[in-house]
């Protein structure tokens, strides 16, 4: 399948600066130029469903609605399994507002007591080459761990201090940024999105 000489530059429906890094560490050696949506004057689409799915889709479309460009959106966050599944969707704004340290009290303190501390980040990721795309490309990524009380690190972003990761025995936070990309469960959907798209858009 071949699509026209704008897929060089896709659309990335988010401003944040660590999404906008790790972005652009993996897609730059298929030779995909990101640019964040803030760069072209658009602004955030609303989120309001329940699934990573629905809102990576709808940010994702937003995009591609308001740029004309090919777009790729992530929706993601932490699940606890104690919480059944929460905070999920809501990860960013937990406590109320995005406010990371708020959110990771907040998190400790519900699962004080629990009988696990089991967590995972979930990352979706979706592309879409115009809005609508009856065939965007879906991908997924899972990072086990642990929900820990004590933040130890200082890098990363979210709830990476208090993660732990029991392969390496250190939070997300003290992991080098080369440590994190190969690993995280972004860097896990951006390496699944770009073996599809090398198959299906390239």
């Not at 060089?8 to 600066?17: D, F, H, I, Q």
């Not at 699962?111 to 879409?128: D, E, S």
Request: proline content about 5%; charged content about 25%.
């Amino acid at each position: 399948m071949t699509t026209p000489d704008t897929t060089k530059t896709l659309v990335l429906a988010s401003n944040n600066a660590g999404k906008v890094r790790e972005f652009q560490a993996m897609f730059g050696e298929l030779g995909i130029r990101i640019v964040p949506q803030g760069e072209l004057g658009v602004g955030s689409a609303d989120e309001p469903f329940g699934t990573f799915l629905e809102n990576a889709l709808a940010k994702a479309r937003h995009a591609a609605r308001e740029t004309g460009l090919p777009a790729m959106a992530d929706d993601s966050g932490i699940c606890a399994d104690a919480l059944g599944g929460c905070p999920g969707v809501h990860s960013a704004r937990f406590a109320g507002g995005h406010d990371d340290a708020a959110n990771n009290r907040l998190l400790v303190e519900k699962l004080q007591g629990a009988a696990t501390r089991r967590a995972h980040y979930t990352c979706l990721l979706v592309a879409v080459r115009h809005p609508e795309d009856p065939e965007p490309l879906v991908a997924e990524g899972v990072w086990q761990g642990e929900i820990v009380d004590e933040a130890a690190g200082d890098g990363g972003f979210g709830y990476d201090p208090h993660f732990y990761v029991p392969e390496f025995g250190k939070t997300a936070a003290e992991l080098t940024a080369e440590e994190k990309n190969r690993v995280s469960h972004r860097a896990r959907a951006l390496a699944a999105m770009a073996e599809l798209m090398r198959a299906r858009w390239m």
